[in-house]
Structures are given as C-alpha cells and as structure tokens.
C-alpha cells in the first residue's frame, strides 16, 4: 500500500493510469458511504409508510380502519368484536406527557447551561460536564425502570394523587432524558457567542448576569431554540420511559394526574403480537409513520435555526 | 490494518455459512406465549434430562407470534395462553390444508389482585365487569372504601387480556381509565403499591398482592383460586395453556408430547405454579 | 443580602449595586439548575449502585437465568449484548468512516449530493427509535429476509426476527455518530499535513490512508465508542428485530434471536412471575447495564478531551 518507488523499467504511463482508475474508485466508494446517509433515511420513509398504506388502498383494511377514523373514533380499541381505532386520546396522552418533559426541563437545562457558560470556575464546569455525559450516557430503559420502581412512588407520596402511574410521573422521567440533548446544544451555542460581546456590555457597567441574560442569550438564542426543539424531538420519539412510567390508559383527559398513553408506547406495547398485514399491524406502522414526520419537521426547524445562529454568528 | 479488515469479514462470513448448520440442527422448536415459556423451557429441560440425544428449543415472543410462526413454518410447536382464533385457522387451512391440532397441556387460573389493605373479600363476575367496564367506579358500590377503583389490566396484544375481555367482560370494551401494563409483573407490582388498585392476571404470579375470591353470580359460592378449585373448575376464571401443531404429532414431536401430558410432565406444570389437566 | 443592609450602620460592601441582589439570585439559580442535574443523576447511578452491587457476583456475571427468571445469572443477556454490538460496529464503522471521509476531503460543500448528505446525517439523528424498530421489521425482516428466503429456497430462515437484522438497524441508527465524530477528527487535522503529503506526490488516497486517519484515530474510536454505548443500552429497535424474552441457548447464528441486557431490565420490570424475588436480579441486570454504557462513555470522553486538547493546542 506504500507509494510504489519509480523503478527504471516500470512503465509509468501505465502506472499512473492504474493509479488514477484506482483514485477514482476509492473516490466512487466514499461517494456510496456518503450515500448510505441518502439512503437509509429514504428508506426508513419508504418502508414505514409502505406498511401503513393499506389503510389508504386495502378495502379489506378500511372495513376496520380508515384515516377519517383517526380522528372522529373517540375510544382506542383495537382489540374487540369492533376494533375502534381512535387516535385522539393517543396524542392527548403524547401531547401531555412531552409537554411536562419540557417544561420541567428546558427552563433546567438553559439555566444551567448558562451557568456553565457564563459563571461556573472551571473546575465546577469540570464536574457539570461530565455528569451531563453520564445522564446523557443512562439508557432510557433504566430511566423508566427508575420512574417505575422508585419516582412514581416519591410522586405519589408527594401530589398525593390516585393513579401511581400517571402523565407526570412519565413526563419527569422523560425530563432526565431530554435534559442533556437541551443542555448540551444550548451551551455550545452560549459558547460560540464572541467573548467581544460579554466584553462591551461588562465595558458598559452591566453586571454579569445581566450581559449573561441581556446579551449572550440572545445572541444564542437561535442556537438555544435549536436546542428546546431537538430535545422536544426526543421527547417526543422517546419509548420506552413513557411505556413504563405512564400507566398506558388511553384516556383524553388534560390532567396530569392521569395515566396517558403515547404514540410511541402504543407501537412498542402492540406490535409484537398483531399479526403482520392485519388492520392492527398497518395503523400502528401508520402511528409510526405519524410519528416520523412529526419529529422530521421539527428536526428540520432546528437545522435551519442551527443554521441561522453559524451564519449570524459568523457574520457578526 | 488490511489484514485484520480481511480477517473479521472472514469471521462475518463463516458465521452466515454456520446459520444454515445451526438451523437444521435444532430439533423440536417450541414457540409462544411468554406466559408459557418458562412452562415450556423447564418441560423442555427435564425432557432433554431424560432422553439423551433430543434437543428442544423454547422461545417467547407471544402467543400471537408463536401461531404466526406455526402459520408461517418455523416452528414444530405453538404454545398459546389463548385458543386459536378463526381467522388464523382458516390461514392455517389455507396453507397446509388441516385445522390445526388443539393440545391443551395444563391448566391455569386466572387470579383478580386487590391490594392487602382492600377490605373487600370476593366479588361477582358481573360486578368485575361493571368495574373493568367503568359503569361501577367507586370501591363503595362493591362494599369497600369510599375511593375511586384504579384499574390495572394488561396490553390488548396478550392472551390475558382476551380471556378476560371474553370471559368477564363478555365481549365488551374495558374502560378507557383501565392502565395497560406490559406484564402480569407489571400489574402485580402497581397493585401491591396501589391501595384502591385491582389488577388481573396469572394465578402463578400472585406474590405481595391478595387474590380476591370470585363469585360466578349473586348466589353463588365465593371461591378462591387454588390447586382445588382451578383443577376441579368451581373457580370461575379458569382457562387452558394450548400446545398446537399444524397436523397430528408424529416421531419425536410425538414422543414430547405425550411426555409433557404424562404424569412427570404433569408434576412439572404445577411446580411452575399452573394446575395439572387432570 | 446587600439590599437589606442599606441604609443600616452597618458599612456596606465596597462597590455593591443595587442591581446585584436579583444578579445574586439569579447566578443563584442558574447554580442550583447546574446542581439538580448532577443531584439527580447521582441518585439514579446512587440507587442502582446500592441496591444492586451485592448482587453482582461471578455466579450472576456467568449464570443462566433459572426458576422462571426469579435466580441464576444474566450471562445469556450480556453474551448478547456483546454480539449485538461487534455485528453492528463491523456494519457500522466502515460506512460511518467512509462517509466521513467523504464529506471532509472529496465533497464540495455546495453541491446538492452533499446537501443532501448532510441534511439525511441531521435527520437521521433525529427519528426516534422506535421507528427505526418498526423500520427494521418492515424493510429487513419482512422484505430482505423474505427476499432472501425466496431466493435460496428456503423456509423462513432469514425472514424472521434476528441478530442480524437488529445489528443492522442499530448500525443505521447510529450511523449519524459515527459520521460526526470522525469528521470532527478529520477537521483536527492541520490542513500542513495534506498539503505536505500530497507535495511529495502521495495521491488524495495515500494521503488519507497515511496521514490522515493514523492521526483522526481517537476520533473515529470515540464515535465507534459512543455508538457501540449507545447500541447497548437501546431496547425500542431491537423489540421486533430480534430480541427475544428467554432463550435456552447462546446465539451461534446471525439467524437465531437473542436476549439482551437492556431489554431483560424490561422483562425483569415488567414481566417476572414473581415481583420481589426478582428485584435483586432486576437491581443487578441494571448495574451491569449501566457500568457497561458508562464505563464505555468514560472511555468515549477521555478520548474526545485529548482529541479536543490537540486541536486546542494547534490552532
């Protein structure tokens, strides 16, 4: 694999011929790695919504379930004499669940993300990161097993509400999970803010916390935004905490304090028993495929916003 | 750097060529119900125990997964918590011309869970469906405390969950408020921590909760699950763990077969916490 | 503090405004944001550590489940996990590095394809893994392994739920990983270095295999670190990909289903016959799972900081 040495008698037309069509197909090789990206993605489009189309083409399917069903059937049911398959208690229940997620943890991962940036030492910032990498490191399985065996208890004991399992229990499970993907994409960018702008506005006589909340902050604040909306993507696509932590009912009720169901549970918990080709099987890859493009648009607005933040940064 | 490249495809490579080995050699697979697989893997242990030379492979998935396997041809054996339903049978039918072999192989009991506090003592089937319907919601209707029932029940995918929709519920839908577990586990634990909980599942599993006496109606005789009463069938939720096959036992499947309903098999199920057939 | 003692005899601090109490307190509270975190993590790792270290024993590291899950070991399930993670790194880290490589030396930033590219890397990361399971089922289970079966003339050998098929959907999902990490490495590198090498006539190729990943090294084992972290500790993928409940034999074939660490913590949790006499086990499994994934971050984070500390010390 060394550089062949230039040997008298070598033809070296030849030789740099060879080597050239030897450039090119290592060049057309990384091209097809590059690709794999390409194609998994599209895949992952294709085959998911592939299995879901009988919901839209089957007769067969639509004498079960059909997408107007969706959304006017009140009751998930899919097990019955009559299957009903209403998905609004479903993304009641995912809507609640996130929406406790992040309200307990974005407010905890920006704070802390700005005292990581702006007043910690750096030996504190030393302990911080780390054990951010270390709850970021925690696989979601224990997460949920800790909201099952341990949390639910304390929450219990604490709201003292009836149901053990229940939106909030999942919800602050889920917080823990979501919490190093906020914190991690908001410090980067409250770091990639120029030390020149803290340096004017302390110049100016502010304080440090009001540069840290007046000026650096919003600076990053695509940056920040970027970092609430990936970390609502994996709350929203995350499994299983919420299919241990949620006590699973169906239920369309807005309060916490109730068990909840959400889409990403409801595929875990039932597709290993359907049949493959069934009604059940094609609307639960429909919920996945429901669940693939919310998080795909949300995905897509943190790119543009990660975007934004580079280019204005860069600008500035 | 190359060489070791060249070394692990190779590893990669005998590996695939070793699946086809490995598959033909595997003798009597048994698939199902996760109910069932411990049942099935201590069957299959002692069985192997004792004829040198068999070799039975036990694995889970679910009852719905096992009968798709039998359907489907990879498995010799289905263990099912739930009896067939038509339309697999008639896909059955379809593929290999027969309706399938029904084997019931033990018997189990399926056992209503209330916390140890609950003062309630036994209830009526019609009084369970009123509860897991959602039409009685307050412990109070059924002689308890003044608290809200909270309902514990298992996923829509199981065998549990049907034989309670169809022997309790008589067909009907639970109540929305009814949480879904993924396991009897699952019940046993949020019940056992749950004082106005009440929960279902396999009698093996009763362990830190208190099963409730079962009435068939008003006038009949409160009955607790035990060996006496799930064998002689008084206790109301009782139910069959199912063997099928694709057509009538042959060779060695046939061999295994009348072990695990011979006496020794017999005696196995019931270590296992499930009931013998006769 | 500072307001209170205004306008007391006391003296005041020196050079205390006003402005500072709501500044106190908000440092304050961005502090006690930083500490809920740790405090929170410590009492998970804490938990577990306590109720399951006495568990953890040889017999529990090398046994076989026994009595219905409720005694023996978990070996059957790390024997798995291990398996599961070499498949999918020998799947995953070539194509990872070569897209990498792609991306940081051959494309042009602009072109559509590596747009394109670099839009499917962001995205990828993004769906959740529960869709990549119902991916790996549809498209590998359901339509390669059918196809393959077809083929060959087969029973159902490859069409069903297997090693095979939940390393390969791991490996997609944590394609994106891999491809950021090596890239970052890739970046490291002083641009001196490729212009020498390629002065002395070394080709683009020569260049990268010599100089170039010799160098980007760390880089790419922290991504194959953190994915193969990763890969242990997922469960949502691999439920009908081919983890399976209990298995009386070690896998031998990219056919046979496996048990898995992560996903007996959820059998253990939810499925067990029988509730107390498995907590100890369940409390055991999740040490070993966790000590797995963060000894392999650790790892992960050691590298990265060295990576990070060269690329601080050059530029």
Known sequence: ?316 | MKRKGFASILLVLTFLVSAQAAFAGRGITVKGSDTMVILGQRWAEQYMNQNAGQIVQVTGGGSGTGIAALINGTTDICQSSRPMKQDEKLKLRDRYQTMGVEVPVAKDGLSVFLHESNPVKDLTIEQLKGIYTGTITNWKQVGGRDATIILYGRENSSGTYGFFKDNVLAGRDFAASCQTLPGTAAVVNAVSRDPNGIGYGGAAYTKGVRDCAVRKDAKSPAIMPTAATVHDGSYPLTRYLYYYLRKPAQGDVKKFLAWVLSPAGQKLAVDVGYYPLK | MSAVILGQKVAPLPAVRPSDAPGRAFTLLSGFAALLIVLMTALIIGDVVVHGWQTVTWEFLSGVPRQGMTEGGIWPAIYGSLLLVVLMTFALVPFGVGAAIYLNEYANPDAPFTRAVRFSVHNLAGVPSIVFGLFGLGFFVQFVGMQMDRALGLDVTWGQPALIWASLTLALLNLPVVIVTTEESLRAVPREMREASLALGATRWQTIRHVLLPQAMPGILTGAILSVSRGAGEVAPILFTGAAYFLPYLPTSPTDQFMELGYHVFVLATQSPDVDATKPLLYGTVLVLLLMTLLLNLTAMLLRARLRANLAGRS
């Open chain 1, 1 to 316: 694999m060394t550089p062949l040495p230039i040997r008298p008698g070598v033809n070296m037309a030849r030789h740099r011929r060879m080597q050239r069509l030897r450039e090119e197909f290592i060049a057309w090789v990384l091209r097809a790695c590059a690709f794999s990206a390409v194609a998994g993605l599209l895949l992952i489009m294709i085959f998911v919504f592939r299995e879901a189309l009988p919901i839209f083409t089957s007769a067969e399917t639509q004498r079960e379930a059909t997408f107007g069903g969706f959304f006017t059937v009140p009751n998930w049911q899919p097990v019955s004499d009559h299957p009903k398959y209403g998905i609004i208690p479903i993304l009641i229940g995912t809507f609640k669940i996130v929406a406790v997620a992040m309200v307990f943890s974005v407010p905890v991962a920006v704070l802390a993300a700005l005292f990581a940036s702006e007043f910690a030492s750096p030996r504190l910032r030393e302990i911080l990161k780390p054990t951010i990498e270390m709850l970021a490191g925690i696989p979601s399985v224990v997460l949920g097993f800790f909201a099952l065996m341990v949390m639910a208890s304390w929450i219990q004991s604490v709201t003292g509400s009836p149901v053990r399992l229940n939106a909030l229990n999942a919800g602050l499970a889920l917080s823990l999970g979501v919490l190093p993907t906020v914190f991690t994409v908001c410090e980067d960018a409250l770091r990639a803010v120029p030390k020149s702008y803290r340096e004017a506005s302390l110049a100016l006589g502010a304080s440090r916390w009001q540069t840290a909340w007046r000026v650096t902050l919003p600076a990053a604040s695509a940056g920040v935004a970027a970092g609430v909306l990936l970390g609502l993507a994996r709350a929203t696509g995350e499994t299983m905490i919420v299919l241990m932590a949620s006590g699973n009912a169906a239920l369309g009720t807005a309060s916490v304090f109730d068990s909840a169901r959400t889409l990403s549970a409801t595929i875990a918990a039932e597709l290993a028993e359907v049949v493959v080709g069934s009604p059940h099987y094609s609307v639960l890859f429909f919920l996945g495929a429901l669940l693939f493009l919310i998080t795909f648009v949300i995905n897509v607005a943190a790119g543009l916003l990660v975007d934004r933040l580079r280019r204005r940064l860069a600008g500035a």
